[in-house]
């Protein structure tokens, strides 16, 4: 059948049951994914199965990877107007409700990701059957491209599980396991994967009865209770993000609180609000950051080695819970340290990140088997990866790395976690210094996507490349930058900082000068930032920098540090902790003050990244973006500093610099790179 239909990414094989098997495997994709060329052809499968019903039919993957990651996302950004967005949508809508009208019993056989439009498909069939072991995920990411489910998901999503379930999955955006989905009813069973083929037959064979909508569900249909769940949706909502800034969780609310009690109601909004969201710069630089995201992946190719066994020499927080994360991505890890003691702190961190994470005490246990202490560094000879992780000092790396060096396998990766200093500081003396690489995390590790690939004059590229696969491999984003003081990263955010600590010793209170770094987009203020990544760091940091940046380093900073107020950690830093949370007062400041403490700190940055890509500290603006997005968290929805320069201009920026260096000093004075910035 698919022969004659001449089908380049779906086949459709009918078994001795008359079950159709209808599977998608998209041609020089890695993942399936929903272009417009796939759901044309889809159309010609729906076209055969109208034509010459079967008893049933059951849509699966081709790949092993995943059922469907959505929509291609790279269309999004092709897509020029609002008129040609409708269109796309409503030909889905049509699609969708062909196969929910389909005279027979269909099924969707999820294993692996089924996210966005793929699980819009999903629930356009009567069932669904999932795969319960680990990869499978089910959820609706639409919310961090701008938008919502927009080829009836919203709909079907909240005829399927109610407003309470749907409403939470497509405003935050998380993924459910199978278990999880079924549930909340997202699936009908949950089962191992040698079961996935003969459960969606069972299911096509005797289907069950519809089910029974909650009590619950069915009152939240009514208009007066939808109000009174939006208006309590929203003031949630304000809590974590500004309408002005991410207007789509608003309009998923919205379009909820209107069309909530009528199926094609919600799918006329579908058609209506997604394409105005599409449209608007939030979406369109949320896609962008998404295809950043995408190309920073691709840095780290699967070809190269896998890293089964790691060595870490330092068990302070960075190297415990770097030494933790490469565990819970399935590593085994020795972790070594000068005591006994340095050790224990870091065990006791790894196990309630594994309790976080996987849950079940088997596995937590199975994972603090494969994390093993290592006081003597017995485990360097084995290591396919030794990472450096001590105290920011540059004898004492340069001795441990002449010291490690001949212990070490041939094929094995020598790296540091280094935060400033330059490569060609810590290579001296290695007989192979071309080895040495750095793969520097972020703190806090399990949280931070970035992961800094350092590489030196005169670094060999097979060791970059295997460290961005391994990268990859732990669920990292590689971002390849020139060994330079600070690299991308710090040299960005130091300048920042410093202008907020400088705002301070003029009198300016904390809290506004947080509020207004948040008000431009930032997820927390530099103040609470500098007390998150800690005092300590942040000076060590300005110390490398301070004479490249030719800025001094401030008294007030190496004050905290001298009365060990360290941030977050300690307790005490510029604001006082109280259960891991910074005790702030309400900011009062008028709103051009707070504008004016936004211009300050942005064009800091600003000045700071043109130069690191005049200096080629990375190879491009895009990747500067990546790299502050991913980083940094600076504000996604801007699409990057170098995207939101664009959006300003070359002339207006320098206008300003040039205004700020006659008031606040030569700190603001216009770098070169701005000479040759194309807007």
């Not at 680990?134 to 909240?158: C, K």
């Amino acid at each position: 059948m698919a022969s004659e239909l001449q089908l380049k990414h779906w086949s459709i094989e009918t078994d001795t049951n008359q079950i159709a098997w209808c599977r998608l495997d998209v041609q020089g994709e890695s993942a399936n994914v929903l272009s417009r060329e796939v759901m044309a052809e889809f159309g010609q499968v729906l076209d055969s199965l109208e034509q010459h019903p079967p008893r049933g039919v059951a849509i699966l993957s081709g790949k092993d990877n995943g059922f469907i990651a959505g929509a291609n996302v790279k269309e999004f950004s092709r897509v020029q107007d609002r008129a040609e967005a409708e269109r796309v949508i409503r030909e889905a809508h049509a699609l969708f409700n062909r196969l929910e009208k389909l005279p027979c019993p269909t099924v969707s056989a999820i294993k692996g990701f089924c996210l966005g439009g793929g699980l819009e498909m999903a629930l356009a069939c009567r069932l669904r059957v999932a795969c319960s072991e680990s990869g499978t995920r089910l959820g609706f990411p639409e919310v961090m491209l701008g938008i919502f489910p927009g080829f009836g998901g919203s709909m079907r999503a909240v005829r399927r599980i109610g407003p309470l379930h749907a409403l939470e999955l497509m405003l935050s955006g998380r993924t459910v396991d199978a278990r999880a989905a079924s549930r909340m009813g997202l699936v009908d069973r949950a089962v191992p994967e040698r079961q996935l083929i003969p459960a969606a037959r069972a299911l096509l064979l005797q289907p069950p009865g519809p089910a029974q909508r909650r009590i619950l569900d069915r009152l939240l249909a009514l208009r007066p209770l939808r109000v009174l769940l939006a208006t309590f949706l929203r003031r949630q909502l304000r809590s974590r993000a500004r309408r002005e800034h991410y207007p789509a969780p608003y309009v998923i609310v919205e379009h909820w609180e209107e069309n909530g009690g009528s199926d094609p109601a919600m799918l006329e909004s579908e058609a209506r609000r997604v394409p105005e969201l599409l449209m608007t710069p939030a979406s369109r630089n949320l896609v962008r950051a998404y295809l950043l995201q995408e190309r920073l992946r691709s840095l780290g190719r699967e070809s190269e080695p896998r890293v089964e066994r790691a060595h870490v020499v330092g068990a302070g927080v960075m190297g415990g819970d770097i030494a933790a994360w490469c565990v819970a991505q399935g590593l085994t890890v020795t972790l070594q340290d000068r005591e006994p003691r340095f050790i224990a702190v870091a065990l006791k961190r790894a196990r309630a990140l594994f309790a976080k994470r996987l849950k079940d005490r088997r596995l937590v246990q199975n994972a603090m088997d494969r994390l093993l202490p290592d006081l003597d560094g017995r485990g360097v000879p084995a290591a396919d990866l030794v990472i450096e992780a001590i105290v920011e000092k540059e004898q004492a790396k340069i001795d441990l790395f002449r010291a490690v060096e001949p212990r070490l396998k041939n094929t094995a990766m020598l790296a540091t976690n280094t935060s400033s200093i330059a490569l060609e500081t810590l290579n001296r003396g290695l007989a192979q210094p071309g080895r040495l690489v750095g793969i520097h995390f972020f703190n806090p590790v399990d949280r931070m996507q970035l992961v800094e690939i350092v590489h030196g004059e005169g670094t060999a590229q097979e060791w970059t490349q295997r460290a961005a696969a391994f990268c990859r491999q732990i669920g990292r984003l590689p971002l390849p930058v020139r060994s330079a003081p600070g690299f991308l990263v710090n040299r960005v955010l130091t300048p920042y900082l410093l202008e907020a600590t400088t705002l301070l010793e003029e009198g300016v209170a904390a809290e506004a000068i947080d509020e207004a770094a948040m008000a431009f987009g930032m997820p927390m203020g530099p103040v609470e930032l500098a007390d998150t990544v800690g005092l300590d760091i942040c000076l060590s940091v300005a110390q490398h920098l301070s004479a490249k940046l030719r800025a001094p380093v401030p008294k007030r900073l190496e004050k905290l540090v001298q009365e060990g107020r360290l941030g977050r950690k300690s307790g005490r830093g510029y604001y006082e902790f109280h259960n891991g949370k910074a005790r702030k007062s309400k900011v009062e400041a008028a709103p051009q003050v707070l504008q004016g403490i936004e211009e300050r700190l942005v064009m800091r940055l600003l000045n700071e990244c043109i130069a690191c890509l005049r200096e080629g500290i990375v190879e491009d603006a895009d990747l500067l973006d990546a790299g502050m997005i991913y980083g940094t968290g600076f504000a996604p929805f801007r699409g990057g500093p170098m995207q939101y320069a664009r959006s300003l201009g070359r002339a207006r920026i320098v206008e300003r610099l040039n205004a700020l260096q006659a008031r606040c000093g030569d700190r603001f004075a216009a770098d070169a790179g701005w000479a040759v910035f194309a807007n």
